[in-house]
């Protein structure tokens, strides 16, 4: 059995897997980004129903890191 200090008691807002809680990524993460800025990221984060805290696992805030990148290429650098 896990102790408490490494139970997996953090979800996944997009895959719903546990995790633990020190490996948290929220969408702040993408505030170190050159581009796009990350008022746009908040912005398109929240068309999506997704806020500044909601907790994500590695694999799926990257998904959303490239999601987001894409869309910022494609439709905002012309």
């Known amino acids: ?5 490494n139970a ?3 979800q ?3 895959c719903l897997d546990k995790f633990r809680e020190k ?3 929220t ?3 993408f505030q170190y980004r050159k581009s796009p800025t990350y008022d746009w990221t908040k912005e398109f984060f929240n068309v ?3 806020g500044e805290w909601d907790s994500f696992c590695e694999e799926c805030i990257n998904y959303y890191g ?3 990148n894409a ?3 494609k439709y905002c650098t012309k």
């Open 71 to 73: 869309v910022w290429l």
């Open 66 to 68: 490239k999601i987001s």
């Open 48 to 50: 999506l129903g997704i």
């Open 27 to 29: 969408i702040q993460q």
């Open 12 to 14: 996944c807002k997009r």
């Open 23 to 25: 490996e948290i990524y």
């Open 8 to 10: 997996k008691n953090a």
């Open 1 to 5: 059995m896990e102790s408490k200090k």
